[in-house]
């Protein structure tokens, strides 16, 4: 059996979890979130304060989405209680990022401004970063879906890759950047 898949996953108070057919949803005081089940070997069962994944047999197909299906509900219960936030880092000369209205602005060195519209249930802001010696600033996208949150700080993170010789560019703030020694002289 799958090690993440048999958990059951516990419903805090304050959080309902409704099971209609193949769709899953749950309502929370941050919002509602709900996922199909799009596997007809999974099936997803209330009991109590808990929400059990069960498979129906051990397919290839049913063993790879029992813990798949088990997290994805665990992330909308987490979602809805507390907001998930993924901190992006932005260092370079001259780089700005704005937030006006229902988009994020960046400048990125192009010759145009990067322009991003916040998906639905996706915030954004904009700030200036911790570290004093080095102008950086920070974007922090936080959200209730995991899946919306994480997708849209790669599109940010995509707009301009760190580059390994100066570290321009967007990462991740939890990310390690892979830096190159500069070229020498040549001479002993």
């Known amino acids: 059996m799958s090690r993440i898949g048999r ?8 959080v309902t979890v ?13 919002g509602e979130l709900s996922q ?20 129906a047999n051990d397919t290839g197909e049913a063993k790879s ?6 997290q994805l509900v665990a992330n909308m219960v987490k979602g809805v209680v507390a907001p998930f936030t993924k901190t992006l880092i932005i260092s370079g000369v001259g780089y700005k990022a704005t937030v006006q209205g229902s988009k994020l602005v960046l400048n990125l060195g ?5 322009e991003f519209d916040l998906p639905a249930g996706v915030k954004a802001e904009a700030k200036e970063g911790d570290d004093k010696d080095k102008k950086t600033l920070q974007v922090v996208v936080s959200g209730i879906s995991k899946e919306a949150v994480g997708q849209f700080a790669a599109k940010i993170k995509a707009a301009r890759p760190v580059e390994p010789y100066h570290g321009y560019g967007v990462h991740y703030s939890d990310e390690v950047v892979i830096r190159k020694e500069g070229k020498t002289s040549g001479k002993k």
């Open 7 to 14: 958990l059951p996953i516990d419903v805090p108070e304050k």
């Open 18 to 30: 409704a099971v209609n057919g193949n769709v899953v949803t749950v309502k929370g005081p941050l």
């Open 36 to 55: 199909k089940i799009a596997s007809r070997h999974i099936t997803v069962k209330v009991e109590g304060s808990q929400v059990l994944v069960e498979r």
């Open 65 to 70: 989405a029992h813990g798949l299906y088990r």
């Open 110 to 114: 192009y010759s145009h401004n990067v």
